[in-house]
T-cell receptor, first 118, second 119 residues
Framework: GDSVTQMEGPVTLSEEAFLTINCTYTATGYPSLFWYVQYPGEGLQLLLK?????DKGSNKGFEATYRKETTSFHLEKGSVQVSDSAVYFCALSLIRGLTDSSASKIIFGSGTRLSIRP | EPEVTQTPSHQVTQMGQEVILRCVPISNHLYFYWYRQILGQKVEFLVSFYNNEISEKSEIFDDQFSVERPDGSNFTLKIRSTKLEDSAMYFC?????????????????FGSGTQLSVL
């Protein structure tokens, strides 16, 4: 079935380090891909998305490129900050039908906890 | 930015009791969702809701679960007879577009969750 596998955490880095969190997916069809972030005590927030192959999503210095050939959507940031400490979830969604009533779902990975040391 | 609100933030209940988790989605949204996350595990889809009926549900969403939009603003998840394994963080979400159709403005807004503990 459809699934998302992401790098297990926790990941601990020093401020200004380079970040990569790996994510691969399995899906029938052509999913949209997402990274969601959950800051302490808050809900899930969309960080970035890509809806087709070779698209690059970017936001707040984070980037991820939709790689169909490797079924991957790795999250990267060139220089992390303490404020980036959070749990990051890779996710996908698929079209389930042609009518509005066939609302689809988002499938999440298990999450990667990121801690940044000052 | 508008937000999805969930109450209560924490709920403790005895096994076998009924609980109702409440959510107020963003006012002009049409699609509503419940997800849950058992501690240390994945965020799992439970159910999606559109036009006053369930659109899709997962195998987790059995007869013990039900959803309702009683008054046009609230969206509730009821667990009829809670089990120990229902202990989890429950997230409500809403969207203006159907998720998965690849629109540029496709986005789910999540609440901050209700932590349910079944003793």
């Amino acid at each position: 079935g459809d699934s998302v596998t992401q790098m297990e955490g926790p990941v601990t880095l020093s401020e200004e380090a380079f970040l990569t969190i790996n994510c691969t997916y399995t899906a029938t069809g052509y999913p949209s891909l997402f990274w969601y972030v959950q800051y302490p005590g808050e809900g899930l927030q969309l960080l970035l998305k890509a809806t087709k192959a070779d698209d690059k999503g970017s936001n707040k210095g984070f980037e991820a490129t939709y790689r169909k050939e490797t079924t991957s959507f790795h999250l990267e940031k060139g220089s992390v900050q303490v404020s980036d400490s959070a749990v990051y979830f890779c996710a996908l969604s698929l079209i389930r039908g042609l009518t509005d009533s066939s609302a689809s779902k988002i499938i999440f990975g298990s999450g990667t906890r990121l801690s940044i040391r000052p | 930015e508008p937000e999805v609100t969930q109450t209560p933030s924490h709920q403790v209940t005895q096994m076998g009791q009924e609980v109702i988790l409440r959510c107020v989605p963003i006012s002009n949204h049409l699609y509503f969702y419940w997800y849950r996350q058992i501690l240390g595990q994945k965020v799992e889809f439970l159910v999606s809701f559109y036009n006053n009926e369930i659109s899709e549900k997962s195998e987790i969403f059995d007869d013990q679960f039900s959803v309702e939009r009683p008054d046009g603003s609230n969206f509730t998840l009821k667990i009829r007879s809670t089990k120990l394994e229902d202990s989890a963080m429950y997230f409500c979400a809403s969207s203006s577009q159907r998720a998965g159709i690849g629109l540029s403005n496709e986005k789910l807004f999540f609440g901050s969750g209700t932590q349910l503990s079944v003793l």
